[in-house]
């Protein structure tokens, strides 16, 4: 299958050239990047969450294959949706699954299922493959979707992740596509998210879903931050890093209701 984009040309440019501009002044060719196991990054349109993506992606070697987890908004397809097979594009060209990599993780996992349906109108991901060819043309990538379920299935897919990863011997790097506190006066957004940060870099994923529900924090991508912390310490990770965090209301001036926007690495 091709997955055909569908944010083109409402979150980010339709075109080749007016996307490569608009990454240009959001991503630093100069920053110092590090050998990352995984990272948060936000799905926003780019004129808002842009500069925090451009920022994070920035910062991390790139290996050859990006495990992409993000959220389900669209209600559709699988719980737990995974592709195996095809290829995604964008204005900037086409990206293709890497599906040795996709089928282990496919025959590992307890919850995973084969799905396009997730896929087709979602989002979270799609935003995310420019900021990745930007950097590496050749990319390849394993996308995955998931929806609300206990926190201990999200532990488990996370760790059934890593024992494929491992299996596999594969160098990826692991993208956690999420937005943070939603349409909230700039003050209280900002104390809400600092609290969700906080947990996240301290790598602790019970606490993160307790702030999420305690505080009620309409993070919409709690689940693929779970997935990816609890793979990342199976891997080896000790500690993450907050490289920026902004909201909407940065960009657009008006505080009264925004959207926060975390990009954070892992390693």
């Not at 293709?96 to 991901?125: F, N, P, R």
């Not at 299935?153 to 990863?165: H, P, R």
Request: net charge neutral; with cysteine; hydrophobic share 40%.
């Amino acid at each position: 299958m091709i997955r055909e984009p569908v944010a083109a040309g409402q979150f980010y440019p339709g075109s080749a050239p007016g996307l490569k501009r608009m990454l240009e002044s959001m991503v630093n060719d100069r920053a110092a990047k590090v050998d990352a196991i995984g990272l948060v990054s936000p799905h926003a349109g780019y004129i808002y969450s842009g500069v925090v993506a451009g920022a994070v992606i920035s910062r991390v070697k790139l290996k050859d294959t990006v495990i992409m987890l993000g959220p389900n908004h669209t209600g559709q397809g699988k719980e737990f949706s995974i592709m195996t097979d095809g290829s995604w594009i964008t204005p900037l060209g086409e990206v293709e699954i890497d599906g040795e990599l996709a089928k282990k993780i496919l025959s590992s996992s307890s919850y995973l299922e084969e799905d396009k349906a997730a896929h087709q109108y979602e989002h979270s991901l799609e935003v995310q493959l420019p900021f990745l060819q930007y950097f590496k043309a050749d990319v390849r990538i394993v996308p995955i979707i998931l929806a609300h379920a206990r926190g201990s299935v999200y532990k488990k897919i996370g760790k059934e992740l890593a024992g494929a990863i491992k299996e596999s011997k594969r160098q990826v790097v692991i993208l956690a596509s999420s937005d943070m506190t939603h349409y909230e006066p700039q003050e209280a957004a900002r104390k809400k998210d600092n609290k969700a940060i906080e947990a996240i870099l301290n790598l602790d994923v019970d606490e993160l879903l307790e702030r999420v529900a305690i505080l009620d924090i309409s993070m919409c991508g709690y689940a693929p931050v779970t997935v990816l912390i609890s793979a990342a310490k199976e891997l080896g990770a000790t500690k993450a890093e907050l490289v920026k965090y902004q909201t909407s209301g940065d960009a657009s001036g008006d505080y009264r209701s925004v959207v926060g926007y975390a990009g954070i690495i892992v390693r």
